[in-house]
């Protein structure tokens, strides 16, 4: 019995690598957009005007407060009530995108609230506009402490895209969930799939690990 | 002429303009502008739809519409759903046409159109060979945990005909349940026989069988659309006549209900 | 939209959020303790030089930090029944929530542990207390201040992670969203009512933290 599922799964591993293939589309283009969405908002967080810091500060209460399969069934079910229309595969990367950006957003605020002020008035003082201020001299040193929880964030955000997974999309954990509909060896199915998540993972968490060994310096 | 009459033309040119510019996505005219029939149907469900071992949709549903596709003269887009999500899929926009295997019921009648029955089946109790329920009141006793598809009228009727057992609603579709059964997180399931039936062959020969009394009376299958798409509602009815009287829905049926030949291929 | 919102709709599911709520806060609750449990474990292990206890808690840690909770919760879903183990769906669920939690909890320990200054040690063993006395009277209390703030930032974790509970049929908050969603077909009024739910135990917890925060700061001042 063993060795026939066995069979039929060596047989419908192509399908497999189809879905690790959608899953690092997935994460890629999430973690780009995370990335450029929470340093936006992170330098914001962390500047001068308090509406905004109050606004992004909501925002990303309900991120961290929600579960983020319960953010996915909104953007999915009910952003259409708002003649917002999305089929499974932006859906997902949109709210992979506002769910990451929010921790991405709390990372950054707190590197760049770690730099000294004297750090920022000798930048003022040396004539620089805030935006020089900002790239020349502070992001530079947060990222002494921002990059360590930054790579750690990319590792829960691959984990992540397992989730959009309740809506459809054929990445690595729905096909495993409807292989083993068919294939009922389940031990046997996720731990193919365990196996494929972990190859690329664990690199980046080794990559983490050495970061933070790094910047503690 | 006079500003009255000039502001009341330009009136009735920008409504004309206005409403012949609105149409609302997934009537029949919109399907045949974009090019392409947005088709709403189950996930793993096996015969019905189901992505193949080509990676390929597959399936007496994906069939069917793939023929209305063709007629209309564009191309089909499946999407796969969870059972709970494919009239929520059809209300907020995504797809044109639900392609499964609903009942029409008048609380969901009251959310999207039904078409013509496309089948008819009857519910039924299926359990674990040698479990040893014969008849409804072995089954109907507050030990008994029972497996229903969430959202299907299986839970409904389960919920009637069961009042007594425990009524456990899976997510997903109907293997679930199966699933669930073979693995002892329940002692009976409740869906329709035809898709029961069409889904033993994946699973251990004999491992389940089915009590001989039906639940309800016999259920009718349709396809759905918005309310909105009145003349794909009635387009779709006119294709399963077509398709019935020149043969194409027996070789469907026959093809995928009926045997399991279809394995070999997909 | 608000105006087509259906309030009355919601109030007559909320006996059936307040049953998932009690639910999740159940779940959340067991799964954490049991979590905590196995933290110590897996971290007294990862700590001790003894290699046969010391690797398998390092290859625990990283398969779970590794792969998806979702995929956990399947593999033990799924996988449990073929080795002939018929486990209920909520047992399994607090079982997966409880490994992936401990593993998080044992790392979360070890680098309180770690954090307890190497001079402290040394005072300690030149004073003759042996391991354990070490370990009570030195360095857990100063790696609790480190630890209990990140061990209520997993217990947020954990009853988010809950929410994946309901896709393997457990009855909790996510799942009468879903419920409600099936039978009203009205997904907004379903899952913001879910949210706020959510975000109200979200605040509590934190609420929580930062008092515990300021608390625990207060005593290391001694």
């Keep these: 019995m063993m060795a026939f599922y066995f069979s039929r799964l060596v047989e419908i591993y192509p399908f497999f690598l189809k879905g690790l293939w959608m899953t690092s589309k997935i994460a890629f283009i999430s973690l780009i957009t995370c990335t450029l969405l929470g340093f936006v908002l992170g330098i914001f967080r962390s500047g001068k005007n308090p509406i905004l810091k109050w606004i992004i500060g909501v925002y990303v209460s309900f991120v961290r407060g929600t579960p983020f399969v319960v953010q996915i069934f909104i953007i999915f079910f009910i952003l259409p009530d708002w003649g917002i229309q999305l089929e499974a595969f932006p859906a997902a990367l949109l709210a992979m995108a506002i769910m990451g950006s929010a921790f991405i957003c709390e990372i950054v605020a707190g590197g760049i609230n770690s730099i000294s002020k004297g750090q920022w008035e000798a930048a003022a003082s040396s004539g620089l506009s805030l935006i020089q201020q900002l790239r020349l001299v502070i992001i530079p040193q947060a990222m002494k402490v921002i990059l360590p929880p930054l790579v750690g964030q990319y590792v829960l955000l691959i984990k992540d895209t397992s989730v959009v997974s309740v809506i459809g999309v054929m990445e690595l954990t729905r096909v495993g969930w409807v292989t083993v509909v068919r294939i009922p060896e389940g031990l046997m199915v996720f731990s193919l799939v365990g196996i494929l998540y972990f190859s690329i993972s664990y690199p980046l968490i080794l990559l983490s690990n050495y970061l933070e060994r790094k910047m503690a310096l | ?266 | ?222």
């Design chain 3, 1 to 222: 939209m608000l105006t087509d919102f259906n309030f009355r709709i919601i109030m007559e599911y909320l006996p059936l959020f307040l049953t998932g709520l009690k639910s999740t806060f159940l779940i959340s609750i067991v799964s954490l303790l049991l979590a905590l449990a196995t933290g110590i474990i897996a971290c007294a292990g990862r700590i001790s030089s003894f290699k046969y206890l010391k690797y398998p808690a390092i290859a625990y840690i990283e398969v779970i930090r590794s792969t998806p909770l979702l995929v956990q919760i399947y593999f033990l879903y799924f996988g449990l029944p073929t080795l002939g183990l018929r486990i209920p769906e909520i047992q399994t669920g607090i079982l997966a929530l409880m490994l992936n939690s401990g593993a998080y909890i044992a790392e979360i320990i070890r680098a309180g542990i770690s954090s307890v200054d190497e001079g402290q040690l040394e005072a300690g063993v030149s004073s003759g207390l042996n391991y354990f006395q070490r370990m009570r009277f030195i360095i857990l209390p100063q790696a609790l201040g480190v630890t209990v703030p990140p061990l209520l930032g997993q217990a947020i974790v954990l009853v988010k992670d809950s929410s994946l509970l309901s896709l393997i049929s457990v009855m909790e908050l996510t799942r009468c969203g879903q419920t409600m969603t099936s039978e009203r077909f009205m997904p907004s009024e379903a899952f913001f009512t879910v949210a706020f739910f959510y975000m109200c135990i979200y605040f509590v917890l934190k609420a929580l933290a930062d008092w515990s925060q300021k608390k625990l700061i207060f005593r290391e001042a001694y």
């Design chain 2, 1 to 266: 002429m006079s500003r009255k009459k000039l502001v009341s033309i330009i009136l009735a040119l920008a409504m004309t303009v206005f409403f012949t510019g609105i149409s609302f996505a997934g009537t029949l005219s919109e399907i045949v502008k974009r090019g392409e029939l947005r088709v709403a149907v189950q996930s793993g469900a096996a015969p019905y739809a189901f992505v193949d071992k080509h990676g390929e949709h597959a399936g007496s549903m994906i069939d069917f519409t793939k023929g209305m596709a063709d007629a209309m003269g564009v191309k089909i887009k499946v999407l796969d759903f969870d059972w709970d999500g494919l009239i929520p899929a059809l209300l907020s926009g995504k797809a044109d046409v639900l392609a499964a295997d609903m009942t029409p019921t008048l609380k969901r009648a009251l959310k999207i159109t039904f078409a013509d029955p496309w089948m008819s089946v009857q519910t039924c109790v299926f359990t674990k060979t040698g479990a040893g329920y014969q008849t409804l009141e072995d089954v109907n006793k507050p030990e008994v945990t029972v497996g229903v598809l969430l959202g299907s009228t299986g839970e409904t009727i389960a919920k009637q005909y069961l009042p007594k057992a425990k009524i456990k609603s899976y997510k997903g579709g109907g293997r679930m349940i199966i699933q669930a059964l073979l693995a002892g997180h329940v002692d009976a399931g409740v869906n329709d026989d035809l898709a029961v039936l069409t889904a033993l062959p994946d699973f251990p020969p004999n491992s389940i069988r089915l009590l001989d009394k039906r639940l309800g009376g016999k259920a009718p299958l349709s396809f759905a659309v918005n309310h909105e798409s009145v003349n794909l509602w009635q387009w779709i009815n006119l294709y399963f006549n077509t398709i019935r009287s020149n043969g194409d829905y027996n070789k469907n049926i026959a093809y995928w209900m009926e045997g399991i030949e279809w394995k070999k291929d997909h």
